[in-house]
């Protein structure tokens, strides 16, 4: 059940994640860190948790740096 998610995943990082800028605020980056989370929570919870970090990830928050699954 968790592959198909991650072969999604991974494809956005070897194709349409080389069009944006390097620009990551976290530590592993937003795609990796929902990699680590749906293998290590599960597929719905790993979900919600990488979508709770896309959230921050913006220029007004205050969070940034190491924040691992």
Same mark, same amino acid.
Do not use: E
């Given at each position: 059940?968790?592959?198909?998610?991650?072969?999604?995943?991974?494809?956005?990082?070897?194709?349409?994640?080389?069009?944006? #800028?390097?620009?990551?605020?976290?530590?592993?980056?937003?795609?990796?860190?929902?990699?680590?989370?749906?293998?290590?929570?599960?597929?719905?919870?790993?979900? +919600?948790?990488? +979508?709770?970090?896309?959230?921050?990830?913006?220029?007004?928050?205050?969070?940034?740096?190491?924040?691992? #699954?």
């Amino acid at each position: 059940m968790k592959s198909p998610f991650i072969l999604l995943i991974k494809i956005y990082q070897n194709t349409l994640s080389l069009f944006f #800028a390097s620009s990551c605020r976290f530590s592993p980056s937003c795609s990796q860190f929902m990699i680590d989370s749906i293998n290590k929570f599960g597929v719905f919870r790993g979900i +919600i948790n990488g +979508i709770k970090r896309i959230f921050k990830c913006h220029p007004f928050s205050k969070h940034s740096g190491w924040d691992p #699954a």
